[in-house]
């Protein structure tokens, strides 16, 4: 019985889980989508609307672009870190 209940209990908390990912994942798509319409409809020149267009585009790259080289220079500190921690234990090790 205890088996049981401890069962259900992480069943439960992976449901919870995933629901609440998709939810978030449901939200920022649907925001995304919701404002790129917003612009399309908009009352402005075409040029202008898709100048607005490309140049949040842009933006975006750009800024995905930063994230994930800080992400990978966070990374390579890591591993350097990690690297050095390994060679000090087999130099100690060795004496």
Known sequence: MVFYSVFKTIINYKITKMSTTKSITGFIVGAA???????LFAPGKGVKTRRKLAD?????????????????????????????VAEDVEEKSRN
């Not at 842009?58 to 966070?74: E, M, P, R, T, Y």
């Open 56 to 84: 949040k585009g842009n933006d975006l790259a750009n800024s995905v672009k930063d994230q994930i080289n800080g992400f990978a220079g966070n990374m390579k500190d890591k591993l350097a870190f990690a690297k050095s």
């Open 33 to 39: 989508v919701g404002g790129a319409l917003g612009i």
